[in-house]
């Protein structure tokens, strides 16, 4: 089963579209509404959409400042735009912009229906939301491991691969189980096990390898982590 967004401040079009699409013909289980585009990426983060529909003059964000953001933080989502304009340079933006297809208005009801089925059809097999989910957080995990040694916080991870972070913090608690966080904190901890292990570095050396300055929290994480102080710890594998 798949969702859907429709985007359009005006609330008669957003009705309509609802009403008249046929839905269960298209295996659309979901539907959902936003005014402008600010409104439709807050719900975006919170429900993922398979597909968008949005007017192009929208105030606020408009159709194609709304597909760029999606295409760029959500890569998975379908757009499609409904739209007066009928000009080359607009066709030029919306591929840019990754827009899936985009209808001329007056829309009717089954030329946004054959336009919806064209997308899901090219869902079919490949599951790309779960696809793209899945390379997120790996990426993310393989970001941790190479940065471990520094002060990494979710922000950079998210700017790294260019998605939205409060997206990818409930994708990563969604997926794994944990939060980025919390596997920040198990991959530099695990380091230390290992350098305390192999090395005869101070302990606050180690601390300072994995990214941890302050010398007495490390030895609280690490204690909290392992039930071991860093010495114990040390001792325990001489």
Known sequence: MYSVLIVDDNPMIRDGIR???????????????????????ELIGEGFPDIIITDIKMP??????LSGRVHEQFPHIKTVILTGYA????????????????????????????C???????FEGKTPA???????????????????SENIRLVQISEEL????????????KVTGETITEVITKVKLEKAQELLTTTDM??????????IEDGAYFSLLFKKYTGLTPREYKQSKS
């Open 60 to 65: 606020g964000m408009d159709g194609l400042a």
């Open 162 to 173: 260019h998605v939205n972070g409060s997206y990818l913090s409930r994708l990563f608690k």
């Open 19 to 41: 009403q008249h699409v046929d839905w269960d013909g298209l295996a659309v289980s979901k539907i959902s509404e936003a005014q402008d585009g600010i409104a439709a990426l």
């Open 202 to 211: 101070r302990f606050y050396e180690v601390a300072h390898t994995v990214g």
């Open 87 to 114: 000009d080359f340079s607009f066709a030029q933006k919306a591929i840019q912009y990754g827009v899936f297809d985009f209808i001329l208005k007056p829309t009717k009801p089954k030329e946004i229906f054959d």
């Open 130 to 148: 779960k696809k793209v989910d899945n390379r997120l957080i790996e990426s993310a995990i393989a970001y941790i491991n190479a940065h471990y």
């Open 116 to 122: 919806l089925q064209k997308a899901i059809k090219s």
